[in-house]
T-cell receptor, first 114, second 112 residues
């Protein structure tokens, strides 16, 4: 069975600082991995996805993530935080073993301080 | 057009009411989903339609009834709901089951 662990339910950074949101996954077969962002009272927006091509994936709004099979990790980074990045971030995994059911982590709330 | 449109955005209903949530996409996606999201929690899968057929029902109570009239539309019929059913209901679609899902803005449902 697949699962996702997001370390840290709340991350706080200063504007201009590095953003690092951690995600570790468990999957018995090659996974598809996703990061979604959710602003208050809105739906989820896809930031980026990993589907077994390049291990360093670039997404929207300056975010990127690196797939590390040896560490079963898919951490999300952004070099310089902006106030508009404040939101809830969800890591998600799917694989053929689960019939591509999307399993979400519990989410990480990112706060950006001026 | 990469949009999934949900209506209404907000809905308040009594426990004896019947209402429907609607979802529409024009991206040619053949998989469509209903999720339920409680406050400060991740979305929980409720139903999956693949090529207009129900392929997954995550043991959802029968007071929730999904319908897929055609490849662009997905409905969720609600009847005799409980206050604990109050949540954000999200619709999503994907090209097929193995590709990324695109989410709508959700319907904020309050059951009184």
């Amino acid at each position: 069975a697949q699962s996702v662990t997001q370390l840290g339910s709340h991350v706080s950074v200063s504007e201009g600082a590095l953003v690092l949101l951690r995600c570790n996954y468990s999957s018995s077969v090659p996974p598809y991995l996703f990061w979604y962002v959710q602003y208050p009272n809105q739906g989820l927006q896809l930031l980026l996805k990993y589907t077994s091509a390049a291990t360093l994936v670039k997404g929207i709004n300056g975010f990127e993530a690196e797939f590390k099979k040896s560490e079963t990790s898919f951490h999300l980074t952004k070099p310089s935080a902006h106030m508009s990045d404040a939101a809830e971030y969800f890591c998600a995994v799917s694989d053929i073993g689960s019939n591509y059911k999307l399993t979400f982590g519990k989410g990480t709330l990112l706060t950006v301080n001026p | 057009d990469t949009e999934v449109t949900q209506t209404p955005k907000h809905l308040v209903m009594g426990m004896t009411n019947k209402k429907s949530l609607k979802c529409e996409q024009h991206m040619g996606h053949r998989a469509m989903y209903w999720y339920k999201q409680k406050a400060k929690k991740p979305p929980e899968l409720m139903f999956v339609y693949s090529y207009e057929k129900l392929s997954i029902n995550e043991s959802v109570p029968s007071r929730f009834s999904p319908e897929c009239p055609n490849s662009s539309l997905l409905n969720l019929h609600l009847h005799a709901l409980q206050p604990e059913d109050s949540a954000l209901y999200l619709c999503a679609s994907s090209h097929d089951r193995s590709t990324e899902a695109f989410f709508g803005q959700g319907t904020r449902l309050t059951v009184v």
